[in-house]
């Protein structure tokens, strides 16, 4: 059985990080500025573009199979929808984002009990009622439609912001009080959908590939020739995934080894490579890693 599942891509900050992950995992994905339908080289995918913010609805109600979006809007949402994968990326880096609450610098709130009768301005209006029902808290929630850090102290006593860097927060001459929680970018599916099983397998299929995408950015693939007789210091100085291929060269004495590592040893294990007696070492980059 054939057919088409409709893919929400993020608009937004998401946006092109989301795009080149997709060309990392095989997908080239073209976006016009006039068009809120992007263009993917799978004729079994129609793509749409949405806010992350409104993702997780839309999804849920079925006007996509499946879409791409923070943790966070789903939580916001209340939206019941199968998530298929954590992928964990975001605009800047590859670490979660984080919803603090955040203060001016000179404000004497220290702590979340000092919100008993304040303002809060926030784009994550439920989640922040959340955290201060839970903390046994009665404030004034107000929505915020962007630069809320701006808002303190005259249109708010505090706000609820996302950060990934701190550096916005910083920039506005506020503080953090505490965080809420993290948010990751999630995979998340139609729970129809979710039954369907070419619908299923197919955005299994894409799951998959995106994992791999992911894992690849921290990997990188090594490449040596190595004498025979030096073989054995080599594979104990070398980590490995799974044990590394070895195969024997037209030279008989030597052999070539091949391995994939985290690129954040490669600078050190070069150089010790080089010294258990590896020759001719090449490091490259990798477009997937599929366990």
Known sequence: MSGKIVLGLPKGSLMESTVALFKKAGYRIDVSSRSYYPKIDDPEIECIMVRAQEMAKYVEQGIMDVGLTGSDWIRENRASVKEVAELVYAKQSRSPVKWV?????????????????????????????????????????????GATEVKPPRLADAIVEITETGSSIKANNLRIVDTLFESTTRLIANKESWKDNWKREKIENISMLLTGALQAEEMVGLMMNVPEKKLGLVLKTLPAM??????????????????????????????????????????????????
């Open 242 to 291: 799974k044990n590394p291929t070895i195969s024997r060269l037209a030279r008989g004495d030597a052999v070539d080894v091949m391995t994939v590592i985290k690129e954040e040893v490669s600078r050190d294990l070069i150089p010790r490579l080089k010294k258990a007696g590896a020759e001719d070492i090449v490091e490259f980059p990798l477009n997937k890693v599929v366990k």
């Open 101 to 145: 609450l955040a203060v001016p610098d000179n404000s004497k709130i220290r702590s979340v009990k000092d919100l008993k009768g304040k303002t809060i301005a926030t784009e994550l209006v439920n989640a922040t009622k959340d955290y201060l029902k839970k903390n046994g808290v009665s404030a004034n929630v107000e929505f915020s439609w």
